[in-house]
């Protein structure tokens, strides 16, 4: 079977996403919003610059079609850092091995610790992170963990290390239900450049890890890249089409989105493609139109009212609570977090918030909800 690297390379080369997109008309987009089902190029059409004088449109449509199929309800979750040591030298993150700071590695006994102060939050949803230090942070260690942790939580997943098709068919085995794996940019000149050192370094081992997880039974997946990289629209289309091809290849499992805008951390590294705020809402409302019935996660990268705004517009999974440190809950922390985090409410001021805006926070498992009109602004003037 043609691999996700093959069927972009073959049918979506960057040369045909980048004319697509520069010859766009703002009739073509209109015609895209009146459609049903997108194909892939009306969601090249959605991304390119003469869908932006049409946001609110876009930004109407995303609206209906979240509350169609994810009605008011939000689903919350935390991550748990369990490892910052890492071999990799990526130009962009706080854990590259050349950063000076102190390294922490939880054993599998803080690491429950940890968890149960989370679980005590009344969170059901985590996220396992290590750095990529294979010798330190194994499959099998991974493995342990999840194992001794899944009985507190309801939902177990990891956002780790590319891994093998075995590898991945452990973490099933011991209670992880869902992987999230960033590509971080699709193009594989400047993947090349960003990653000088490291497993990492491999593109195509990383690009088909999640097919990997879904031949080992990974119930759920989770893509994106890392936005300010690359040119928005060719990292943008290419993460979405990823997710639409996982899809239709494996289509008993869920893909879902993820959508990081790049942002400070230790050490230094200039955004060569920063994305301003209305083109990140017009990123999230084309995926939501491309992808009706895909997740969407934000995470606290994004300041409390760039995530308000954006939950109406698609956005059905926030982070709470949350800290990119490796211990601190229970165990004493004094490393630096992978990166800094701009929205830190807690769980309880997350639940608040959000019920305020006429949504529903999702702990564990998600509710019926009547499908109705919001009374809440769908786009703000500061966008």
């Known amino acids: 079977m043609e691999n996700f690297q093959q069927y972009l390379e073959n049918n979506w080369p960057r040369e045909r996403r980048s004319q697509i997109a520069a010859s766009a008309t703002e009739d073509q987009v209109r015609a895209v919003l009146r459609k049903d089902y997108l194909q892939p190029a009306d969601f090249l059409t959605l991304l390119s610059p003469a869908a932006a004088p049409l946001l609110e449109q876009m930004a ?14 939000v689903n919350l979750f935390t991550p748990l850092y369990v490892s910052d040591y890492c071999t990799n030298q990526c130009r962009y993150c706080g854990f590259n091995a050349n950063n000076k700071q ?12 940890e968890a149960k102060a989370i679980a005590d939050m009344g969170l059901q949803h ?37 891994m093998t098709e075995d590898e991945y068919r452990l973490m099933v085995e011991s209670g992880v239900d869902s992987m999230t794996m960033f590509q971080e940019t699709y193009n594989p000149e400047l993947y090349d450049w960003l990653h000088p050192v490291g497993p990492k370094k491999d593109y195509a081992f990383r690009l088909n890890a999640p097919e990997r997880a879904a031949r080992a039974g990974m119930r759920s997946l989770g893509l994106g890249a890392l936005l300010g990289l690359d040119e928005f629209e060719q990292d943008a289309f290419a993460t979405g089409l990823h997710a639409w ?6 289509p008993g499992v869920d893909v879902g989105l993820s959508i990081p805008r790049i942002c400070s951390h230790e050490g230094s590294f200039d955004i060569p493609h920063a994305l301003d ?8 409302t084309a995926l939501r139109c491309f992808l009706p019935r895909s997740s969407i996660t934000c995470s606290s990268r994004e300041s409390a009212f760039m995530r308000d705004h954006l939950i109406p517009l698609g956005v059905t999974r926030v982070s709470a609570g949350v800290s990119t440190a490796v211990g601190g809950r229970k165990t004493h922390a004094d490393n630096s977090g992978q990166f800094d985090i701009t929205d830190h409410r807690s769980v309880e001021q997350m639940i608040a918030d959000l019920t305020k805006n006429g949504y529903q926070a999702v702990i564990k498992d998600c509710p019926s909800f009547r499908f109705c009109t919001p009374s809440i602004t769908i786009l703000s003037p500061a966008f």
């Open 102 to 113: 102190p390294r922490r590695h939880l054993s599998p006994e803080e690491a429950y610790d």
């Open 245 to 250: 091809w996982l899809l239709r290849h494996y």
């Open 126 to 162: 985590i996220l396992l992170l290590t750095g990529d230090a294979r010798k330190l942070s194994s499959p099998e260690y991974i493995a342990e963990v999840a194992r001794r942790i899944k009985p507190l939580f309801a939902s177990v997943g990891i956002e780790v290390y590319s």
């Open 277 to 284: 705020d209305r083109r990140f809402v017009q990123y999230v």
């Open 60 to 73: 109407q449509r995303a609206h209906e079609l979240t509350l169609r199929y994810f009605g008011r309800a």
